[in-house]
């Protein structure tokens, strides 16, 4: 049980195409319903890793993976991006003629507007997951349905694919995160490629005063590090006040990123690094 690794979603899920991205073919996975099971599920010791979405280019950023983050402290050690390419998908022998409704993740339905619009006879439902919509059509041996999903998906469940990337939009990727245990990540630290760039994710609060952000960013500006994403999410038991999830380009042990941080903690009520890892292609 020590080797697998969590991710939310039924076999075939994008979520197992980044595991496997990550980690290698080989990888053996533990398929959760919710993403609050994937993050219990590696602090428990049941899983050694997980894998979880965090932003999409389309949809944007997964709230509630910040969230559980911040909750499970768990570190991010690795990071990959896998292009989204959303197949129509029926059992064997079921033509496109006979298919009126669709089943997929919401995201996904809304990521194929334009086939839906040039199919108006078909009718889009929301299903908990992408690879779990081809699985329960299978297995209720729907005749009158397909769902969206991975190539993968139809490969796992015996399916065929009907159409092939029908998503409105080909630049649809999404970021994935590696976590593992605070041990594991001490003890089996993560290497760099060559030339390869390193990059830190971290969350933190200010006082809630007129340019405590701009005082706050000031920190990575006076010594030259990037700044690659900024996300504000509420910070609970306090309304109107937010925690600010940011990752910079940099190692954590770098002297700049230490002065960074050095300097940004002289000015934060509150201050995490959530990982350093080898910024991801």
């Given at each position: 049980?020590?080797?697998?690794?969590?991710?939310?979603?039924?076999?075939?899920?994008?979520?197992?195409?980044?595991?496997?991205k990550?980690?290698?073919?080989?990888?053996?996975?533990?398929p959760?319903?919710?993403?609050?099971?994937?993050?219990?599920?590696?602090?428990?010791?049941?899983a050694?890793?997980?894998?979880?979405?965090?932003?999409n280019?389309?949809?944007?950023?997964?709230?509630?993976?910040y969230?559980?983050?911040?909750?499970?402290?768990?570190?991010?050690?690795?990071?990959?991006?896998?292009?989204?390419?959303?197949?129509?998908?029926?059992?064997?022998?079921?033509p496109?003629?006979?298919?009126?409704?669709?089943?997929?993740?919401?995201?996904?339905?809304?990521q194929?507007?334009?086939?839906?619009?040039?199919?108006?006879?078909?009718?889009?439902?929301?299903?908990?997951?992408?690879?779990?919509?081809?699985?329960?059509?299978?297995?209720?041996?729907?005749?009158?349905?397909?769902?969206?999903?991975?190539?993968?998906?139809?490969?796992?469940?015996?399916?065929?694919?009907?159409?092939r990337?029908?998503?409105?939009?080909?630049?649809?990727?999404?970021?994935?995160?590696?976590?593992?245990?605070?041990?594991?990540?001490?003890?089996?630290?993560v290497?760099?490629?060559?030339?390869?760039?390193?990059?830190?994710s971290?969350?933190?609060?200010?006082?809630?005063?007129?340019?405590?952000?701009?005082r706050?960013?000031?920190?990575?500006?006076?010594?030259?590090?990037?700044?690659?994403?900024?996300e504000?999410?509420?910070?609970?038991?306090?309304?109107?006040e937010?925690?600010?999830?940011?990752?910079?380009?940099g190692?954590?042990?770098?002297?700049?990123?230490?002065?960074?941080?050095?300097?940004?903690?002289e000015?934060?009520?509150?201050?995490?690094?959530?990982?350093?890892?080898?910024?991801?292609?």
């Open positions: 049980m020590r080797s697998l690794i969590a991710f939310q979603g039924a076999r075939g899920a994008f979520s197992e195409e980044a595991a496997r990550l980690l290698g073919l080989k990888t053996q996975v533990l959760c319903e919710r993403f609050e099971d994937v993050f219990r599920s590696l602090k428990t010791g049941k050694a890793g997980a894998v979880v979405p965090i932003e280019t389309l949809a944007g950023s997964v709230h509630e993976n969230d559980h983050l911040q909750r499970f402290e768990l570190p991010i050690v690795a990071e990959t991006s896998v292009r989204i390419v959303h197949n129509l998908i029926a059992q064997n022998g079921v496109f003629s006979k298919i009126k409704k669709v089943y997929s993740h919401p995201v996904a339905l809304n194929c507007l334009d086939f839906f619009s040039a199919n108006p006879q078909i009718e889009r439902i929301p299903f908990y997951d992408t690879a779990g919509s081809v699985k329960m059509i299978v297995e209720e041996a729907r005749t009158d349905a397909a769902a969206i999903a991975s190539a993968v998906a139809a490969e796992i469940y015996g399916a065929r694919i009907l159409r990337s029908i998503e409105s939009d080909r630049q649809n990727f999404t970021r994935f995160f590696l976590l593992r245990k605070p041990v594991y990540a001490r003890r089996h630290p290497k760099a490629g060559r030339n390869q760039s390193w990059k830190t971290l969350v933190f609060t200010t006082r809630n005063i007129p340019g405590a952000l701009f706050a960013l000031s920190a990575f500006a006076l010594r030259d590090l990037s700044l690659t994403k900024i504000s999410r509420p910070l609970r038991g306090k309304p109107w937010y925690l600010f999830y940011l990752d910079f380009l190692h954590i042990d770098d002297p700049g990123a230490q002065n960074a941080l050095n300097h940004l903690r000015l934060a009520d509150y201050l995490r690094v959530l990982g350093c890892y080898p910024q991801g292609a």
